[in-house]
């Protein structure tokens, strides 16, 4: 079964990559990706622990990852940041 190995492989360098990245939505996106991966080649290689904790995983990623998006539109609808007067003593 080959295609189950391409399978874990892809996961594999999902996780690489979501270690590569510098701002956290693409390591979140990536991170989810990796998830639904990993859960489908625990499954289809009977690996029911990695399917169980990739299971757990999701969630919370999406979850941080919708987190995340909220966050940043409700920056956007507050409009610019205006700097802080400087202070003179």
Request: one cysteine or more.
């Amino acid at each position: 079964m080959w295609w189950v190995d391409i399978v874990g492989y892809a996961a594999a360098f999902a996780v690489l990559g979501s270690f590569c990245m510098s701002t956290i939505v693409p390591l979140r996106i990536l991170a989810v990706v990796s998830n639904v991966l990993f859960g489908v080649y625990g499954v289809l290689a009977h690996l029911y622990p990695v399917f169980f904790l990739h299971t757990i995983l999701l969630p919370i990623n999406l979850f941080k990852l919708a987190r995340t998006g909220l966050s940043a539109e409700a920056r956007r609808a507050s409009g610019p940041i205006l700097p802080q007067a400087e202070r003179t003593e």
